[in-house]
């Protein structure tokens, strides 16, 4: 079983930043992709960014340029550095630990983030 703790999210304006964290604990394999999901109001969830245990990463169109995923392998934590935050970008941030293949998927409870105009 793993555990995945969030924190970070919160309230900011529109241009601000955040900086979300997640902290994976328990059986996890080394090989493995971290990522971070969201999900608005009536939306489907949704990928943000991922990054693998090797440190390839992958963004939604939408956060290219302002958002930095990255990885700190000997703490399995998984951060997302979220800059030029707009209005739209408010949803529940969801951490999720996976393998490669998708067998096995952990989802952290999920944060708050709202971008105020």
């Known amino acids: 079983q793993v555990q995945l703790v969030e924190s970070g999210g919160g309230l900011v304006q529109a241009g601000g930043s955040l900086r979300l964290s997640c902290a994976a604990s328990?059986?996890?394999?080394?090989?493995?992709?971290m990522g971070w999901y969201r999900q608005a109001p009536g939306k489907q969830r949704e990928l943000v960014a991922d990054i693998t245990s090797r440190g390839t990463t992958n963004y939604a169109d939408s956060v290219k340029g302002r958002f930095t995923i990255s990885r700190d392998n000997a703490k399995n934590t998984v951060y997302l550095q979220m800059n030029s935050l707009k209005p739209e970008d408010t949803s529940v941030y969801y951490c999720n630990i996976r393998s490669p293949t998708r067998f096995w998927t952990y989802w952290g409870q999920g944060t708050q983030v709202t971008v105020s105009e």
């Open positions: 328990g059986s996890i394999f080394s090989n493995n992709v």
